[in-house]
């Protein structure tokens, strides 16, 4: 059974910095292009962040330099290190494979950069 647990959000000032974790069960991050999205309310979910299997990541312009995507194969973990933080990156992130999203969307992890 596949599943995707995310966790680490919270409630952040800006500039602040998050790390998020995704644990993967079911599905290896390593064997598999991964991803982190984001969505909010009313709004369709937005690509954020990709690392293939190869290693090489790509990053939306508006998180270019501020967010790191990486992977432990050891732990079958995704992670998402989030620094200077700003209004704009409130919302509830995913994980997933990508370019398919083929497991089973997770509850997501809230992220609020608020002061």
């Known amino acids: 059974q596949v599943q995707l647990v995310e966790s680490g959000g919270g409630l952040v000032q800006p500039g602040g910095s998050l790390r998020l974790s995704c644990a993967a069960s079911g599905i290896s991050v390593r064997l598999n292009n991964m991803a982190w999205y984001r969505q909010t309310p009313g709004k369709e979910r937005e690509l954020v962040a990709t690392i293939r299997i190869s290693t090489v990541v790509t990053y939306v312009d508006s998180v270019k330099g501020r967010f790191i995507i990486s992977r432990d194969n050891s732990k079958n973990t995704l992670y998402l290190q989030m620094n200077s933080l700003k209004p704009e990156d409130t919302a509830n992130y995913y994980c997933?494979?990508?370019?398919?999203?083929?497991?089973?969307w997770g509850q997501g992890t809230q992220v609020t950069v608020s002061s």
């Open positions: 997933n494979s990508w370019p398919g999203a083929f497991a089973p």
